[in-house]
């Protein structure tokens, strides 16, 4: 089955930073997800690539897949304390049927 | 309008009780989802239902047992709970299935504890 690791596990910054969470697949991704969990609540959509080399962007938070597919960073820009979070990777392929399976998260502090 | 909604927010009881988790999206979405999230933050999908039909069902003990009487609900009854269910459980739907590159959407997750 799909294994996503994401690193780091946790990242506590200063307001006004820039910081990257990585999250790589021992598979081939087709789809990738990016979602954020604020604390004790339910995850939120963030973006979705699918393409090699694909880059998207929402507000200050930028999400790349690399070309050969098994690699994803989500890059956040001068940091805010609304940012911080559990960021979660998405993808899911096994086998002829989809089983979505998601990365242990990486957990975001942002110091005012 | 809450898009996904589920009830309880936190349900407490005792081991070996038997206990339900409702929940219900407006988003007219064809794909709904049980995932459980342990201590550790892991999200890990347990059922997956198109249609009123189970798509996914990965390896989740048969105590376990979702319930769609049609294609906005999908509930969850779990029986002679035991201390290891204590967790958050997240229902979720999406328009089709995930291969097809679609969204999901979360609910705001039920807190579990067994005692």
């Known amino acids: 089955s799909q294994e996503l690791e994401q690193s780091p596990q946790s990242l506590i910054v200063q307001e006004g930073k820039n910081l990257t969470i990585n999250c790589t697949s021992s598979?081939?991704?087709?789809?990738l997800y990016w979602y954020k969990q604020k604390y004790g609540e339910g995850l939120i959509f963030l973006m979705m690539?699918?393409?090699?080399?694909e880059e998207k962007s929402h507000e200050k938070i930028t999400a790349k897949l690399d070309e050969k597919k098994q690699q994803s960073s989500l890059h956040i820009t001068a940091s805010q304390p609304s940012h911080a979070g559990i960021y979660l990777c998405?993808?899911?392929?096994?086998?002829?049927?989809?089983?979505?399976?998601f990365g242990r998260g990486t957990s975001l502090i942002v110091h005012p | 309008d809450t898009a996904v909604s589920q009830t309880p927010k936190y349900l407490v009881t005792q081991m070996g009780n038997d206990k339900s988790i409702k929940c219900e999206q407006n988003l007219g979405h064809d794909t709904m989802y049980w995932y459980k999230q342990d201590s550790k933050k892991f999200l890990k999908i347990m059922f997956s239902?198109?249609?009123?039909?189970?798509?996914i069902n990965e390896t989740v003990p048969n105590r376990f047992s979702p319930k769609s009487p049609d294609k906005a609900h999908l509930n969850l009854h779990i029986n002679s709970l035991e201390l290891g269910d204590s967790a958050v459980y997240f229902c979720a739907s999406s328009q089709e299935g995930l291969a097809g590159g679609t969204t999901q959407y979360f609910g705001p997750g039920t807190r579990l504890t067994v005692l």
């Open positions: 690539l699918q393409k090699g080399g």
């Open positions: 598979k081939t991704l087709y789809g």
């Open positions: 239902y198109n249609n009123k039909e189970l798509i």
């Open positions: 998405g993808a899911g392929v096994n086998g002829g049927s989809y089983i979505p399976t």
